[in-house]
Nanobody, 126 residues
Framework: QVQLVESGGALVQAGDSLRLSCVASGRTFSTYAMGWFRQAPGKEREGVARISTSGSITYYRDSVKGRFTISRDNAKNTVFLQMNSLKPEDTAVYYC???????????????????WGQGTQVTVSS
């Protein structure tokens, strides 16, 4: 069992930066690939980024490439999402999620992830 708790969401202006954090419980954090997803009102949940167990492999949705960076600290059971040059269209509730073995594709499929946090709101004003 893994419990995930996100933090760091806020109301910011376009062009600002935010760093989201997600702390996981349990001693098996390093065996989970981690993902960040987001869901805007009236829209489906979509994958934002994913990081492998070691942190050596990352994936991003096209619209955030070059602006967002996912990273992890296995010693602290934490995954981060650094978001720069935020845009109003980035407004959503952001969730972190854990995908245990066996790992599959596509990385952005919601169904792959067994555990989810409660979400943190990010609002970007224009």
């Amino acid at each position: 069992q893994v419990q995930l708790v996100e933090s760091g969401g806020a109301l910011v202006q376009a062009g600002d930066s935010l760093r989201l954090s997600c702390v996981a419980s349990g001693r098996t954090f390093s065996t989970y690939a981690m993902g960040w997803f987001r869901q805007a009102p009236g829209k489906e949940r979509e994958g934002v980024a994913r990081i492998s167990t070691s942190g050596s492999i990352t994936y991003y949705r096209d619209s955030v490439k070059g602006r967002f960076t996912i990273s992890r600290d296995n010693a602290k059971n934490t995954v981060f999402l650094q978001m720069n040059s935020l845009k109003p269209e980035d407004t959503a509730v952001y969730y972190c999620a854990a995908d245990g073995p066996p790992y599959s594709t596509p990385w952005s499929a919601v169904r792959l992830y067994e555990y989810w946090g409660q979400g943190t709101q990010v609002t970007v004003s224009s």
